[in-house]
């Protein structure tokens, strides 16, 4: 007799896993450093995990987190490429490297590219503007 029930369980086993969205872009501190922004509800269910994801893509990896304040939670990355924190806050889910901005970012970014489960979109502006009301060149702003 045939389980009726087995095509299910093995459709589940090899089901694709879900695909998140990132973006690298500059961040807004005065040296505009990189950073990655994940995109969409990461507090939803079946949003894939960072920090197994990474754990299973970085050499080396450790992350320690604490909650400074509510809803708002901190880890402190280590691999053996550099450190980085990952920040979840009422803003959504965001990755910054403490030194080696760059270095740190695309070895993050293409660990979670290579993991199959997160997929990197280009952002929508390559700078935010560097002064309020700077719209950039060929603005037509004359303060």
Avoid: Y
Wanted: hydrophobic content about 40%; glycine content about 8%; proline content about 10%.
């Amino acid at each position: 007799m045939q389980n009726r029930h087995r095509h299910r369980f093995d459709d589940a086993m090899t089901a694709t896993p879900p695909i998140a969205d990132f973006k690298v872009r500059p961040g807004f501190d005065a040296a505009a450093h990189p950073l990655i922004e994940f995109l969409g509800d990461h507090r939803a269910p079946g949003f894939p995990s960072v920090l197994d994801t990474l754990r299973d893509h970085l050499p080396a990896f450790e992350a320690d987190g604490h909650s400074p304040v509510p809803d708002d939670f901190l880890w402190n990355c280590r691999f053996d490429g550099g450190t980085f924190e990952m920040a979840d806050d009422w803003a959504g889910l965001f990755i910054h490297a403490d030194t080696g901005h760059e270095r740190v970012i695309e070895a993050v970014a293409d660990a979670l590219v290579r993991s199959g489960v997160f997929r990197r979109r280009q952002p929508a502006d390559a700078r935010p503007p560097r002064h309020p009301g700077d719209a950039g060149p060929g603005s037509m702003n004359v303060n």
